[in-house]
């Protein structure tokens, strides 16, 4: 299962991440962070329609998230692919 | 299952909150910048010269030396920098009002003379760090704090198009036009500034990219408003595209 991770802290809430996610599963989270802004989430249980495509990392101006996208087993990390070096088993 | 992270924070770039404001397009063209650096295996090896504007403080979130030039001066800095180190990458991150304004005689000129130096050009429309006034490139009709019933052709003149003015002089190898407003266009943007970057490594001339950007505190809209005005509004005026390339002929007399 592909999926995101953000750093909650830096999230400033502008919500550019929300419109260019390809599932629409990003939205705002409830929470607000100790920076005093309300930040997003991937809906609960919507995390496994996440495809790895960076889209919402990629516009994110304060880089908040990072993406880790699922290798089909035996499909080899290609060298020099960024996370080459830290590609790992998972469950 | 195994996965591979497809997206971290570029190397170059601190890890730290910046001050922008929520939605800002400075932050994605520092991502960018910051990632280019890194693939092309620049890092330990560039000076940037930063401009006073908003990303007055680049030095905090881009991880290389850095010399901060007075306001519209870092063509000029920039110059002196890479004909004192030759051997170095340089290059200069400006805003609008910085670049096309107070400092246009050392953009045109540094372009001009074909310095080998990049320069990272982020038209947002508005003097963004003092509170929102006009700028050379704000659109016509558009609203500032020194035009507060929009900018008017007949007293202010048409905003400057400074990618197809950097594109006509001689020394420019280099000029492009790029918006970060779709995941199509920051694909492109990240193309076209690794070609101004690589026009001054391989020792073309210089190297100019324009990012089409937003400014949402002084346009006065939400981050996802502010982003469409880039497609509704300035890239009508603004056309993407590079208009001139001299490793294609593109633009080249
Ligand atoms: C010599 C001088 N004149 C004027 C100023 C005031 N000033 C600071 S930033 C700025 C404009 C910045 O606008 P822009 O380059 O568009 O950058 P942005 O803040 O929008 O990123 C001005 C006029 C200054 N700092 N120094
Ligand atoms: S784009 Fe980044 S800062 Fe903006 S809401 Fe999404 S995660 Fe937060
Ligand atoms: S004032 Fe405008 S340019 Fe400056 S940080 Fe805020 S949004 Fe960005």
Sequence with gaps: MSRVVFLKERCKGCLLCTQVCPKGIIALSGEMNQQGYKIVEVAPGKMEQCTGCASCAMICPDTVITVYKTVKPGQPVKPGEPGEEVARVNG | ?253
Excluded at chain 2, 91 to 100: C, H, I, N, V
Excluded at chain 2, 201 to 209: K, Q
């Design chain 2, 1 to 253: 299952m195994t996965e591979k992270i497809a997206f971290e924070r570029p190397k170059p770039l601190a890890d730290r909150a910046t001050h922008y404001c929520p939605g800002c397009s400075h932050g994605i063209v520092h991502r960018l910048v910051a990632e280019t650096l890194q693939d092309m295996d620049l890092v330990e090896n560039t000076i940037a010269v930063s401009a006073i504007g908003c990303s007055v403080f680049l030095y905090n979130y881009i991880m290389v030396d850095t010399v901060e030039a007075p306001h519209g001066r870092a063509p000029a800095v920039a110059t002196g920098v890479k004909r004192a180190r030759p051997d170095r990458f340089v290059f200069t991150y400006q805003g609008d009002g910085d670049l096309a304004s107070i400092g246009m005689a050392e953009i045109m000129h540094c372009a001009n003379r074909g310095e080998r130096v990049s320069v990272v050009f982020v038209n947002n429309t508005i003097y963004g760090m003092t509170g929102g006034q006009m700028a050379p490139t704000t659109l016509v009709g558009q609203k500032t704090t020194t035009c507060p019933s929009g900018r008017c052709r007949d007293s202010e003149g048409m905003p400057i198009r400074m990618a197809e003015i950097i594109a006509s002089l001689g020394g420019t190898a280099y000029a492009s036009r790029v918006a970060v407003d779709t995941i199509k266009h920051l694909n492109q943007a990240k193309k076209a500034l690794r070609k101004a970057f690589e026009v001054q490594v391989n020792g073309l001339g210089f190297g100019f990219v324009e990012f089409l950007a937003t400014c949402p505190t002084n346009w006065k809209m939400s981050s996802i408003d502010a982003n469409k005005r880039i497609a509704e509004e300035m890239i009508p005026y603004f056309p993407l595209g590079d208009f001139k390339d001299v490793t294609t002929g593109k633009g080249v007399c």
